[in-house]
């Protein structure tokens, strides 16, 4: 039977009923039949329905009260129900089915009858303290289900069967109790829901306990580790312990197992990380089996834990194996990575260092590394004639390392071009550590500072080779590039005067010899040596306008004399003294006759328009061209002056021995040597020598070779006097110290005129400062010029402070 008031309980917010017409209908029609209908109060019966809205609420005045008169709810149905209702949620909180078989109600009908307890009969105060109370009750069952001895996969199986079946239920409990959630608790803030409030007492009864939590966390741990252990993928384990972190982010408590997650997980990889460095002891192995691991770990808690905690966890992972190995993997692992260029690696090492902060470590080894492979190279005696390209190849490779390894991602904001929105992605840009790089020419300035001098010496020697030779079929960038990296090695030596100074010498040779492969080339380079490294190369612009007035008087020389004078082929180069490295010459040659009379021709000339003026000849840089006629056919030689004048001695002899040789030309030994070795020992024999030999002993005796042949028809014979030798760079890295002497005199003299009186070592610190452009001096070197010039009366000790100076005027 369907009672009246249940077909009249509308919702409170609805204003669709404008009219009520009386028209019940039920399974007993006599019953209702004999009942006295319900009269509406006030005009609101069912003849007014058919009436005009005049009068009638307007449907846009919001809700209206219907009252219904002559119909009481009676007190003993009203019990009745309540009794239901209340049965109804010991059967649906109950886990044991045999004390509760079955519902005493549809689902539907628990739901109309919660309606009309709450909507109707007001009785949601008394609804709402059973359910807290049956809910109370189900905990019981639950706690002893819990407290049973299991194994820890059993256990968790049976503590989410557990949060499974209460959360269903509660979810049931709410859509059957819906009027007494919406009516009844909406209303009163001091109330929770039936969801919320199941769910706090589940959490302060359930997940809560003591013993409930040490057996969750316990067994979340060993089933964990367990799959850790054996690097194993279980998906039953997996999908268990997802369903466990499920229920507990549910209920709001998956904060408590992260925290213990992450405590288990630290202890886990921390004796990990100790059993593994004792058992592998190669560090790079190691390092691969801790990127392995975190991997692994990170694959791990993707599957059974929620999105916020994977970045945690993998932080915690490699913090933990990474404790304590920080400076054994930066010192060897990276050195072992560098030595194979393995980038892949390098890059890994540089993520994880920057990640668990210790990158410094990583940085102070690759500096080292640097370091001790410049080093290595530089003092490698044996090789000196490839220390260049091997830096070049060096500084190639870790540049290489730190562009592909040692880089950071940079997020670039979205783009956007005008009229059209902007992008929704931004893009990350990968850039190199600078912090790298300053580690990287730090460590090649130590390297460096290995051996003094011998750097400066082979990159200006190594530059004079690659202006000799040219850019060949390399592309201009591409020479340009060798070039600025040669000169990237400048940057990293102390000894700018002994660049400075071999440079300028082999820049020298090449203008004067005609070895130079462009002016435009060598003009550039000057420029940007003068630009970025030194001032002093500025000096060199001298040398080519030299050149330019050579050329001009030549002209005018060669304009000056008879069309059948000798004089025409000899070419001179004027060159001032201060603008050329070379000194005025201590030995020379005996010239033939004829060389002579042309020498003189040239001399009278130039004193007739230049008074007063000096010329010194330095034969060592003369060149000459010679027509050689041998039996396979005639060759032009291209020669040096000496080898041109040793050459044509053997115009009337065909056999002359080394001491005739000597004794006619009067050309110092060692340089006569070398000359013969060139002509007699080289790939080019025009010369035999009689014995066989690399050596030229005073013994030898040396022929004209008839047979000399070369398919091209000029051919050019190397001198070695052309080329700077081992007593050449002697003299010059001799020269070099002396200038180096004088100064320091001139900036502690400079330095001390201007302060009066100074203490030892801020003179030295200030004399260093002076000079550093130039070199770098060895603080004892400079305490031996304070005391010369203590000597030479420039400077006075203080009688008392024998740390203190004076500066005499």
Known sequence: MANVYTLLTLPQTSNGLTSFKSSVTGNNDDELTARKAPRLESDLDSASASRTSKGAPSASTGPFQIKLVGYNVEQPLARDSFVLLKRCLRVLLSKNPTEYPELPLSF???????????????????????????????????????????????????????????EKQIALLSSLFTYLDQVHVKPNPSLQSIRELAFTKFGDRILSDRVIVLKLHSGVKDVINAERGLWMTNETNRTLISNVVSHLTTHHEYASLEIHYLEFTKEFYLNESREQAASI??????????????????????????????????????????????????????????????????????????????????????????????????????????????????????????TTSFVDQVSTPPTSQPGLAATSTS?????????????????????????????????????DKLMRKGQGASSDAEYTRLLESVLGLYRYT????????????????????????????????????????????????????????????????????????AGRSLTAMVLQRSAWPFAVPKTTIDLLPQMQEDLQTFTDYYKKKHQGRILNWDHALGTATLKGRFDPGPKELSVSLYQAIILLMFNDVDEISFVDIKEQILLEDAELRRTLQSLACGKLRVLKKVPPGRDVADTDVFRFNADFSDPRPKVHINSIQAKVSPEESKRTNASIEGDRKHYLDAAVVRIMKGRKEMKIEELTAETINSVKSHFVPDVQVIKQRIEALVEMEYLARDLKDKKLFRYLA
Request: charged residues 35%.
């Open 108 to 166: 539907v009908g628990i739901y109309d009858m919660c309606r009309a307890m709450v909507c109707d009969a007001e009785l949601g105060d008394g609804l709402y303290e059973d359910v807290i109370l049956e809910v109370e009750k189900c905990f019981g069952a639950l706690l002893t289900q819990l407290d049973a001895e299991q194994e820890h996969i059993q256990w968790l199986s049976n503590f989410v069967e557990c949060c499974a079946w209460f």
């Open 281 to 402: 002891k190669n560090a790079k192995e190691f390092f691969k089996q801790v990127d392995r691991r975190i991997d692994y770990e990170v694959a791990l808690c993707k599957e059974v834990l929620c999105v916020s905690s994977w970045s945690v966890v993998r932080e915690t992972t490699e913090r933990a194996l990474m404790e304590g190995r920080g400076e054994w993997l930066a010192n060897e692992a990276l050195r072992s990575s560098l030595a194979e260029m393995d980038t892949a690696t390098l890059g890994k090492m540089y993520k994880l260092f920057t990640k668990v902060g210790v990158q410094h470590l990583l940085k102070l080894s690759f500096r080292k590394y640097v370091s001790d492979k410049a080093k290595q190279i530089v003092t490698d005696t044996q090789m000196e004639d490839n220390m260049v390209m091997r830096l070049l190849e060096l500084k190639k490779d870790m540049d290489r390392a730190v």
């Open 427 to 463: 893009s990350s840009t990968p850039i190199p550590n600078k912090e790298f790089f300053q580690a990287s020419d730090e460590g090649f300035r130590a390297g460096f500072k290995a051996r003094r001098n011998k750097p400066a010496e082979l990159i200006a020697k190594h530059l």
């Open 494 to 565: 102390d000894d700018k005067d002994v660049f400075r100074t071999f440079y300028h010498r082999a820049l020298a040779k090449r203008l004067l010899l005609e070895k130079s492969a462009s002016d435009d080339i060598e003009k550039d380079m000057l420029k940007k040596l003068k630009d970025q490294y030194d001032a002093e190369f500025g000096m060199a612009e001298d040398m080519f306008k030299d050149l330019s007035l050579s050329r001009d008087m030549m002209r005018d020389f060669h304009d000056s004399l008879s069309a059948e004078s």
